[in-house]
């Protein structure tokens, strides 16, 4: 029980934006809603990578993201969000559009761009286990965290404090 609370404040901390520039900014993909819309926590990350892209910590924005359950694809979402909502061109934004999951995220990513500096853009609770899948299969990554309400904080952290061992113990691969 220790182990599980202290992991979960310790997926729920801060994360600053790491010095850039980057080659590439990658938003992971999430929940999208069967209208189309993004979930709240897909739209935070979308915010936060519009925003580094803003603020010139990267070029380009990869948007990663299948169509996970019959729902609509992810990346597709996450690009037309980009572009309406925040302003970012059509031509500064990669879509991903094969990954199910964390894993698939780092792996398609890496095939679409082996060689680059990348910030990973999700949730604070989930960049753990992200940067841990993106550093295993050999990318450049640093970690930049969308933060929303806490209840909402602490109950991701909480299921993803189990997955994240998981992760560190099984190494990288899909779960």
């Known amino acids: 029980m220790l182990l599980w609370t202290a992991t979960t404040l310790w997926l729920d901390r801060p994360r600053p934006a790491p010095p850039g520039p980057f080659d590439l900014i990658v938003v992971l993909g999430c929940r999208v809603l069967p ?32 169509a996970v359950k019959g729902a609509p694809q992810e990346a597709a979402a996450m690009a037309y969000t980009l572009q309406r909502e925040h302003g970012v061109p ?19 990513t890496l095939q679409t761009a082996p060689d ?14 992200a940067l841990l899948h993106f550093r295993n299969l050999g990318a450049d990554a640093e970690g930049l965290g969308a933060r929303g309400p806490l209840p909402d904080r602490l109950q991701a952290a909480a299921r993803e404090a189990p997955a994240y061992w998981l992760a560190r113990w099984r190494g990288s691969g899909p779960l």
């Not at 990350?45 to 380009?60: E, F, I, S, T, W």
């Open 35 to 66: 209208d189309g819309a993004l979930s709240p926590t897909l739209a935070r990350r979308v915010a936060c990578g519009a925003a580094a892209y803003h603020q010139g910590l990267g070029p380009k924005v990869l948007v990663t993201g299948g």
């Open 90 to 108: 059509s031509e500064d934004i990669l879509l991903e559009t094969q990954a199910q999951n964390t894993w698939d995220n780092a792996h398609y």
């Open 116 to 129: 680059a500096r990348m910030l990973v853009v999700s949730c604070n609770w989930h960049l753990p286990r």
